[in-house]
């Protein structure tokens, strides 16, 4: 007997791509870092769909982990999306989450890019304290050797 190769249909297609999808957008919530790492990787070939899903993850209310594991698919990105995902970084920096602005500043250093001055971390002033001298508490001196 042959065995015979069936076509896929266009709407399989698309249901297996959205399962693929559901289960790499789970996968980036993992404990286990190189299961993160991974799965970005692979949104990062996804091109529209993989973009998407990572600029949720890094814009988000999630764990500094997953935020860390889009970076790094952001990073990863080629071809015609690695344009658009260096806006995103670029637009992560302007964000409120004080998370997601260093993840994103760190992930485009990285990358070689010039940091505007406006990003950079604002050094705090260290406040030199001086040591002052304590004065003793008067007491009267005990004289040794009379009685």
Known sequence: METE???TSGREKDESSVHLLAK???QLHSSNASIRRRAAFNLSW???DGLEILKNVLYGDFLV???NAAAYGLRKMHGRMKKMAMDVLKEGMKQHNGSTRDICR??????GYKIPEEFLPKKKATKKTRI??????????RIV???
């Open 46 to 48: 996804m091109q529209e």
């Open 106 to 111: 760190s992930a485009l250093q990285l990358l």
């Open 145 to 147: 050797g009379t009685r």
């Open 5 to 7: 190769k069936r076509k």
């Open 65 to 67: 982990t997953s935020k």
């Open 132 to 141: 002052k001298d304590i004065p003793r508490k008067t007491r009267p001196r």
């Open 24 to 26: 790499l957008q789970g």
